[in-house]
Protein backbone atom coordinates (compact mmCIF):
# COMPACT_ATOMS: atom_id res chain seq x y z
CA UNK A 1 0.00 0.00 0.00
CA UNK A 2 1.12 3.67 -0.55
CA UNK A 3 2.39 5.79 2.01
CA UNK A 4 2.82 9.02 1.88
CA UNK A 5 4.53 11.45 4.53
CA UNK A 6 2.18 13.57 6.84
CA UNK A 7 3.52 17.12 4.95
CA UNK A 8 2.37 16.37 1.82
CA UNK A 9 -1.08 14.91 2.74
CA UNK A 10 -3.49 15.98 0.20
CA UNK A 11 -7.26 17.22 1.87
CA UNK A 12 -10.55 15.36 0.22
CA UNK A 13 -13.21 18.06 0.13
CA UNK A 14 -15.08 16.31 2.84
CA UNK A 15 -11.89 15.71 5.39
CA UNK A 16 -12.31 13.22 7.46
CA UNK A 17 -10.67 15.95 10.44
CA UNK A 18 -13.18 18.16 9.97
CA UNK A 19 -16.38 15.43 9.64
CA UNK A 20 -17.96 16.52 12.61
CA UNK A 21 -18.44 20.06 11.42
CA UNK A 22 -19.72 18.79 7.61
CA UNK A 23 -22.09 16.32 9.66
CA UNK A 24 -23.13 18.72 11.79
CA UNK A 25 -23.14 21.72 9.87
CA UNK A 26 -24.05 20.57 6.14
CA UNK A 27 -24.03 24.18 4.73
CA UNK A 28 -20.56 25.09 6.07
CA UNK A 29 -19.29 22.81 3.00
CA UNK A 30 -20.55 25.57 0.66
CA UNK A 31 -19.47 28.69 2.92
CA UNK A 32 -15.65 27.61 3.63
CA UNK A 33 -15.48 27.33 -0.30
CA UNK A 34 -16.35 31.17 -0.34
CA UNK A 35 -13.03 31.09 2.01
CA UNK A 36 -10.37 29.58 -0.11
CA UNK A 37 -7.68 31.93 -0.04
CA UNK A 38 -7.95 31.87 3.73
CA UNK A 39 -4.83 29.96 5.12
CA UNK A 40 -6.32 26.99 8.22
CA UNK A 41 -2.94 26.40 9.01
CA UNK A 42 -1.16 27.52 12.45
CA UNK A 43 1.41 27.26 14.45
CA UNK A 44 -0.35 24.53 16.67
CA UNK A 45 -1.20 22.72 13.53
CA UNK A 46 2.40 22.88 12.12
CA UNK A 47 4.12 21.17 15.70
CA UNK A 48 0.98 18.73 15.11
CA UNK A 49 2.35 17.72 11.39
CA UNK A 50 5.96 17.51 12.66
CA UNK A 51 5.17 15.59 15.66
CA UNK A 52 3.93 12.77 13.47
CA UNK A 53 6.90 12.98 11.41
CA UNK A 54 8.96 12.14 14.31
CA UNK A 55 6.85 9.59 15.40
CA UNK A 56 7.04 8.07 11.95
CA UNK A 57 10.54 8.25 11.71
CA UNK A 58 11.50 6.24 14.82
CA UNK A 59 8.51 3.36 14.08
CA UNK A 60 9.85 2.97 10.72
CA UNK A 61 13.54 2.00 12.45
CA UNK A 62 11.62 0.05 15.00
CA UNK A 63 9.37 -1.88 12.75
CA UNK A 64 12.69 -2.30 9.96
CA UNK A 65 11.51 0.14 7.34
CA UNK A 66 15.11 1.79 7.40
CA UNK A 67 18.28 1.10 8.51
CA UNK A 68 20.14 2.82 11.75
CA UNK A 69 22.38 4.49 9.95
CA UNK A 70 19.46 5.95 7.92
CA UNK A 71 17.47 6.98 11.26
CA UNK A 72 20.38 8.58 12.89
CA UNK A 73 20.86 10.53 9.49
CA UNK A 74 17.12 11.33 9.10
CA UNK A 75 16.80 12.32 12.58
CA UNK A 76 19.94 15.00 12.78
CA UNK A 77 17.82 16.27 10.11
CA UNK A 78 14.22 16.75 11.80
CA UNK A 79 16.14 18.28 14.87
CA UNK A 80 17.23 21.90 12.93
CA UNK A 81 13.65 21.86 13.03
CA UNK A 82 12.60 24.56 15.61
CA UNK A 83 9.67 22.60 16.50
CA UNK A 84 12.18 19.47 17.72
CA UNK A 85 12.63 19.33 21.84
CA UNK A 86 13.39 16.62 24.25
CA UNK A 87 10.39 17.46 25.47
CA UNK A 88 8.58 15.97 22.04
CA UNK A 89 10.84 13.22 21.89
CA UNK A 90 9.84 12.11 25.41
CA UNK A 91 5.91 12.86 24.46
CA UNK A 92 6.21 11.22 21.07
CA UNK A 93 8.02 7.91 22.68
CA UNK A 94 4.58 7.70 24.77
CA UNK A 95 3.02 7.65 21.68
CA UNK A 96 5.07 4.46 20.11
CA UNK A 97 5.27 2.91 23.81
CA UNK A 98 1.50 2.36 22.87
CA UNK A 99 1.47 1.61 19.28
CA UNK A 100 4.33 -1.26 20.23
CA UNK A 101 1.93 -2.55 23.05
CA UNK A 102 -1.10 -2.64 20.95
CA UNK A 103 0.65 -4.49 17.85
CA UNK A 104 2.30 -6.66 20.29
CA UNK A 105 -1.09 -7.76 21.35
CA UNK A 106 -2.60 -8.22 17.73
CA UNK A 107 0.43 -10.01 16.68
CA UNK A 108 -0.17 -12.75 19.94
CA UNK A 109 -2.99 -13.60 18.86
CA UNK A 110 -2.66 -13.04 15.11
CA UNK A 111 1.51 -13.90 14.04
CA UNK A 112 0.73 -12.80 11.10
CA UNK A 113 -0.75 -9.59 11.71
CA UNK A 114 -0.49 -6.77 9.17
CA UNK A 115 0.80 -3.57 10.33
CA UNK A 116 0.98 -0.33 8.04
CA UNK A 117 2.38 3.47 9.22
CA UNK A 118 0.44 5.99 7.58
CA UNK A 119 -1.96 4.33 5.49
CA UNK A 120 -4.30 6.34 2.53
CA UNK A 121 -7.60 5.04 3.52
CA UNK A 122 -10.21 5.49 1.37
CA UNK A 123 -13.65 5.70 2.30
CA UNK A 124 -15.09 7.15 -0.46
CA UNK A 125 -18.05 4.28 -1.20
CA UNK A 126 -19.89 6.50 1.92
CA UNK A 127 -17.91 9.97 1.38
CA UNK A 128 -17.68 11.39 -2.42
CA UNK A 129 -13.58 11.24 -3.02
CA UNK A 130 -13.32 10.63 0.70
CA UNK A 131 -10.01 9.78 2.28
CA UNK A 132 -7.64 10.07 4.79
CA UNK A 133 -4.21 9.43 6.62
CA UNK A 134 -4.20 6.66 9.54
CA UNK A 135 -1.01 6.82 11.23
CA UNK A 136 -0.90 2.79 12.37
CA UNK A 137 -3.47 0.07 11.04
CA UNK A 138 -3.37 -2.80 12.93
CA UNK A 139 -5.09 -5.64 10.96
CA UNK A 140 -5.32 -9.32 13.17
CA UNK A 141 -7.80 -12.44 12.67
CA UNK A 142 -11.24 -10.93 12.89
CA UNK A 143 -10.04 -7.19 13.68
CA UNK A 144 -8.82 -4.18 12.92
CA UNK A 145 -7.68 -1.25 14.94
CA UNK A 146 -6.53 2.51 13.92
CA UNK A 147 -4.67 4.41 15.67
CA UNK A 148 -4.23 8.01 15.76
CA UNK A 149 -2.00 10.54 17.58
CA UNK A 150 -2.88 14.11 18.84
CA UNK A 151 0.10 16.18 19.91
CA UNK A 152 -2.42 19.01 21.05
CA UNK A 153 -2.81 20.16 24.54
CA UNK A 154 -5.68 22.47 24.70
CA UNK A 155 -8.75 20.27 24.50
CA UNK A 156 -8.87 16.60 25.32
CA UNK A 157 -10.20 14.70 22.23
CA UNK A 158 -12.24 11.40 22.94
CA UNK A 159 -12.26 8.61 20.69
CA UNK A 160 -15.74 7.73 21.79
CA UNK A 161 -18.43 8.94 18.89
CA UNK A 162 -15.45 10.66 17.02
CA UNK A 163 -16.48 10.65 13.25
CA UNK A 164 -13.07 11.73 11.94
CA UNK A 165 -11.73 8.01 13.61
CA UNK A 166 -14.65 6.12 12.45
CA UNK A 167 -14.26 6.93 8.88
CA UNK A 168 -10.60 5.42 9.23
CA UNK A 169 -12.26 2.28 10.27
CA UNK A 170 -14.39 2.30 7.39
CA UNK A 171 -11.38 3.34 5.32
CA UNK A 172 -9.66 0.22 6.79
CA UNK A 173 -12.46 -1.88 6.02
CA UNK A 174 -12.58 -0.76 2.57
CA UNK A 175 -9.33 -1.61 2.04
CA UNK A 176 -8.82 -4.53 3.58
CA UNK A 177 -12.37 -6.14 4.51
CA UNK A 178 -11.91 -8.23 1.40
CA UNK A 179 -8.61 -9.62 2.72
CA UNK A 180 -9.65 -10.43 6.15
CA UNK A 181 -13.00 -11.50 7.74
CA UNK A 182 -13.28 -8.50 10.08
CA UNK A 183 -15.93 -8.46 12.67
CA UNK A 184 -14.52 -5.78 14.95
CA UNK A 185 -12.71 -2.12 14.66
CA UNK A 186 -11.30 -0.48 16.90
CA UNK A 187 -10.40 3.54 17.06
CA UNK A 188 -7.71 4.80 19.67
CA UNK A 189 -6.83 8.42 20.12
CA UNK A 190 -3.57 8.58 21.72
CA UNK A 191 -3.05 12.11 23.41
CA UNK A 192 0.27 12.19 25.03
CA UNK A 193 0.66 15.59 26.49
CA UNK A 194 -2.76 15.88 28.65
CA UNK A 195 -1.44 11.54 29.16
CA UNK A 196 -4.89 10.55 27.48
CA UNK A 197 -5.39 7.43 25.78
CA UNK A 198 -9.39 6.56 24.26
CA UNK A 199 -10.38 3.43 22.38
CA UNK A 200 -13.91 2.86 20.77
CA UNK A 201 -14.86 -0.54 19.80
CA UNK A 202 -17.62 -1.11 17.36
CA UNK A 203 -18.47 -4.11 15.29
CA UNK A 204 -18.02 -3.74 11.53
CA UNK A 205 -21.86 -3.71 11.26
CA UNK A 206 -22.54 -1.41 13.59
CA UNK A 207 -19.78 0.97 12.16
CA UNK A 208 -21.33 -0.04 8.71
CA UNK A 209 -24.69 0.60 9.72
CA UNK A 210 -23.64 4.27 10.84
CA UNK A 211 -21.64 4.92 7.88
CA UNK A 212 -25.28 3.95 5.68
CA UNK A 213 -27.53 5.65 8.05
CA UNK A 214 -25.76 9.15 8.85
CA UNK A 215 -22.48 9.43 7.05
CA UNK A 216 -23.73 9.15 3.33
CA UNK A 217 -26.92 10.84 3.86
CA UNK A 218 -25.02 13.64 5.52
CA UNK A 219 -22.02 13.75 2.77
CA UNK A 220 -24.62 14.38 0.31
CA UNK A 221 -26.67 16.80 2.21
CA UNK A 222 -22.96 18.75 2.47
CA UNK A 223 -22.19 18.29 -1.59
CA UNK A 224 -25.22 19.53 -2.28
CA UNK A 225 -25.25 22.92 -1.48
CA UNK A 226 -28.28 23.38 0.39
CA UNK A 227 -27.65 21.79 3.88
CA UNK A 228 -28.38 24.41 6.39
CA UNK A 229 -26.02 26.35 8.90
CA UNK A 230 -26.08 25.11 12.57
CA UNK A 231 -23.73 26.76 14.99
CA UNK A 232 -22.08 24.49 17.42
CA UNK A 233 -19.24 23.56 18.79
CA UNK A 234 -17.99 22.59 15.88
CA UNK A 235 -17.31 25.87 14.75
CA UNK A 236 -13.94 26.46 16.38
CA UNK A 237 -12.17 25.82 13.25
CA UNK A 238 -14.35 26.62 9.86
CA UNK A 239 -13.02 29.18 7.90
CA UNK A 240 -16.40 30.83 7.84
CA UNK A 241 -16.93 30.96 12.08
CA UNK A 242 -15.92 34.84 12.01
CA UNK A 243 -19.27 35.98 9.55
CA UNK A 244 -21.39 33.31 9.60
CA UNK A 245 -24.87 34.38 9.88
CA UNK A 246 -26.16 31.05 11.94
CA UNK A 247 -23.15 31.66 14.78
CA UNK A 248 -23.50 34.82 14.89
CA UNK A 249 -27.32 34.75 15.51
CA UNK A 250 -26.71 31.78 18.42
CA UNK A 251 -24.45 34.04 20.30
CA UNK A 252 -26.63 37.40 20.13
CA UNK A 253 -29.21 35.17 21.48
CA UNK A 254 -27.60 35.91 24.71
CA UNK A 255 -27.98 39.54 24.00
CA UNK A 256 -31.84 39.13 24.13
CA UNK A 257 -32.03 37.26 27.36
CA UNK A 258 -35.70 37.15 28.07
CA UNK A 259 -35.27 38.44 32.06
CA UNK A 260 -37.70 38.15 34.33
CA UNK A 261 -39.05 41.00 36.25
CA UNK A 262 -37.08 40.97 39.17
CA UNK A 263 -34.66 43.63 39.91
CA UNK A 264 -31.79 40.89 40.64
CA UNK A 265 -31.35 37.64 38.36
CA UNK A 266 -32.14 34.39 39.91
CA UNK A 267 -29.50 31.25 40.51
CA UNK A 268 -31.46 29.32 37.20
CA UNK A 269 -30.73 32.22 35.17
CA UNK A 270 -26.76 32.77 35.97
CA UNK A 271 -26.53 29.13 35.41
CA UNK A 272 -27.77 29.64 31.86
CA UNK A 273 -25.98 32.29 30.97
CA UNK A 274 -22.62 31.14 32.16
CA UNK A 275 -23.03 28.27 29.88
CA UNK A 276 -23.35 30.53 26.78
CA UNK A 277 -20.42 33.54 27.55
CA UNK A 278 -17.59 31.29 26.85
CA UNK A 279 -19.12 30.64 23.12
CA UNK A 280 -19.54 34.36 23.10
CA UNK A 281 -16.48 35.51 24.03
CA UNK A 282 -15.23 33.25 21.37
CA UNK A 283 -17.39 34.14 18.91
CA UNK A 284 -16.50 38.01 19.59
CA UNK A 285 -12.95 37.20 19.35
CA UNK A 286 -13.09 35.83 16.01
CA UNK A 287 -15.14 38.65 14.68
CA UNK A 288 -12.32 41.30 16.18
CA UNK A 289 -9.22 39.08 14.68
CA UNK A 290 -10.96 38.71 11.14
CA UNK A 291 -12.04 42.56 11.00
CA UNK A 292 -8.25 43.62 11.82
CA UNK A 293 -6.53 40.86 9.40
CA UNK A 294 -9.12 41.76 6.36
CA UNK A 295 -8.61 45.72 7.28
CA UNK A 296 -4.30 45.63 7.75
CA UNK A 297 -4.16 42.78 4.67
CA UNK A 298 -6.65 44.02 2.62
CA UNK A 299 -7.67 47.72 3.47
CA UNK A 300 -11.27 46.41 3.99
CA UNK A 301 -12.89 49.75 5.59
CA UNK A 302 -15.44 48.86 7.86
CA UNK A 303 -18.13 51.81 8.90
CA UNK A 304 -17.80 53.87 12.12
CA UNK A 305 -13.97 52.08 12.39
CA UNK A 306 -10.42 52.70 11.23
CA UNK A 307 -7.47 51.11 11.59
CA UNK A 308 -4.57 52.90 13.76
CA UNK A 309 -1.23 51.86 14.78
CA UNK A 310 -1.42 50.42 18.49
CA UNK A 311 0.64 51.15 21.30
CA UNK A 312 4.00 49.75 21.45
CA UNK A 313 6.78 49.30 24.14
CA UNK A 314 10.33 50.66 24.00
CA UNK A 315 13.35 48.16 22.91
CA UNK A 316 17.17 48.68 22.50
CA UNK A 317 17.71 48.46 18.92
CA UNK A 318 21.10 46.48 19.75
CA UNK A 319 21.68 45.37 23.42
CA UNK A 320 25.37 44.48 22.60
CA UNK A 321 25.84 48.71 21.64
CA UNK A 322 24.00 49.21 24.80
CA UNK A 323 26.18 46.95 26.76
CA UNK A 324 28.95 48.38 24.85
CA UNK A 325 28.36 51.43 25.28
CA UNK A 326 27.68 51.45 29.67
CA UNK A 327 30.71 49.50 30.19
CA UNK A 328 32.89 52.39 28.52
CA UNK A 329 31.50 54.42 31.63
CA UNK A 330 32.69 53.91 35.21
CA UNK A 331 30.97 52.24 37.67
CA UNK A 332 27.94 50.87 35.50
CA UNK A 333 29.08 47.02 35.14
CA UNK A 334 27.82 46.03 38.56
CA UNK A 335 24.71 47.89 37.16
CA UNK A 336 23.22 46.98 33.77
CA UNK A 337 23.07 43.30 34.17
CA UNK A 338 19.85 41.20 35.63
CA UNK A 339 21.23 38.25 38.25
CA UNK A 340 20.89 35.02 36.32
CA UNK A 341 17.92 33.34 36.91
CA UNK A 342 17.12 29.58 36.26
CA UNK A 343 14.15 28.67 33.35
CA UNK A 344 10.79 27.92 34.50
CA UNK A 345 9.24 24.58 35.04
CA UNK A 346 7.68 24.86 31.77
CA UNK A 347 10.93 25.95 30.03
CA UNK A 348 12.80 23.41 31.50
CA UNK A 349 11.43 20.21 31.42
CA UNK A 350 10.96 21.93 27.22
CA UNK A 351 14.80 21.91 27.74
CA UNK A 352 15.97 18.80 29.40
CA UNK A 353 12.86 16.27 28.69
CA UNK A 354 9.90 15.36 30.85
CA UNK A 355 11.57 12.63 31.89
CA UNK A 356 14.58 13.48 32.89
CA UNK A 357 13.28 16.77 34.47
CA UNK A 358 10.49 14.11 36.64
CA UNK A 359 13.79 11.78 37.50
CA UNK A 360 15.98 14.66 38.29
CA UNK A 361 13.45 17.25 40.05
CA UNK A 362 10.23 15.69 40.59
CA UNK A 363 10.79 15.87 43.90
CA UNK A 364 11.60 19.74 43.96
CA UNK A 365 8.68 20.97 42.17
CA UNK A 366 5.27 21.59 44.21
CA UNK A 367 2.15 21.90 43.25
CA UNK A 368 -0.05 24.73 45.43
CA UNK A 369 -4.01 23.94 45.49
CA UNK A 370 -5.61 25.84 41.99
CA UNK A 371 -7.52 29.18 42.63
CA UNK A 372 -11.35 27.69 42.11
CA UNK A 373 -12.80 27.90 39.20
CA UNK A 374 -16.99 27.18 37.90
CA UNK A 375 -17.26 24.75 35.16
CA UNK A 376 -20.02 22.69 33.81
CA UNK A 377 -21.17 19.37 36.10
CA UNK A 378 -19.51 17.32 33.60
CA UNK A 379 -16.27 18.12 33.90
CA UNK A 380 -14.07 15.64 35.42
CA UNK A 381 -12.48 17.07 38.45
CA UNK A 382 -14.05 16.48 42.01
CA UNK A 383 -16.52 19.31 43.40
CA UNK A 384 -14.98 21.61 45.97
CA UNK A 385 -16.72 22.32 48.80
CA UNK A 386 -17.59 26.28 49.44
CA UNK A 387 -17.13 28.57 52.59
CA UNK A 388 -20.82 28.21 53.12
CA UNK A 389 -21.07 24.35 52.79
CA UNK A 390 -18.26 24.73 54.63
CA UNK A 391 -20.08 26.73 57.32
CA UNK A 392 -23.32 24.49 57.27
CA UNK A 393 -20.88 21.33 57.68
CA UNK A 394 -19.66 22.81 61.24
CA UNK A 395 -23.14 23.60 62.37
CA UNK A 396 -22.56 27.35 61.71
CA UNK A 397 -21.59 28.72 65.10
CA UNK A 398 -18.38 26.81 65.28
CA UNK A 399 -17.06 28.09 61.99
CA UNK A 400 -18.08 31.50 62.45
CA UNK A 401 -16.59 31.61 65.88
CA UNK A 402 -13.08 30.25 64.17
CA UNK A 403 -13.55 32.93 61.61
CA UNK A 404 -14.04 35.55 64.01
CA UNK A 405 -10.52 34.47 65.81
CA UNK A 406 -8.99 34.65 62.80
CA UNK A 407 -9.98 38.24 61.62
CA UNK A 408 -9.13 39.27 65.18
CA UNK A 409 -5.78 37.63 65.22
CA UNK A 410 -5.02 39.54 62.35
Known amino acids: MAQQAPSTR ?3 KLSASGSKRWLSCPGSVSLEQMFSNVDSSSTHSDEGTFAH ?6 LALWAGHITKEQHVERLAAVQTNGFYSQEMEDYIQTYIDVVIERINTARAKTPD ?3 LFEERLDFSPWVPEGFGTGDVVIIADGSLEVIDLKYGKGVPVSAIGNPQLRLYGLGAINGFGFLYDIHSVRMTIVQPRLDDISTEELSADELLEWADKTVKPGAKLALSGKGKTVAGEHCKFCKARSQCRARAEMNLKLMEYEFREARLLSIEELADIRGKIDDLASWASDVKDHMLEQAEKNGVKY ?6 EGKSNRVYSS ?3 VESKLLEQDGYAALIYEPKSILG ?3 MEKAIGKKKFTELLGELVVKPTGKPTLVEESDKRPELNSLASIDSDFGGEEFEDSQSAVDIGS
Open 10 to 12: AHA
Open 53 to 58: ELSELH
Open 113 to 115: ATV
Open 303 to 308: PGWKLV
Open 319 to 321: KEA
Open 345 to 347: ITA
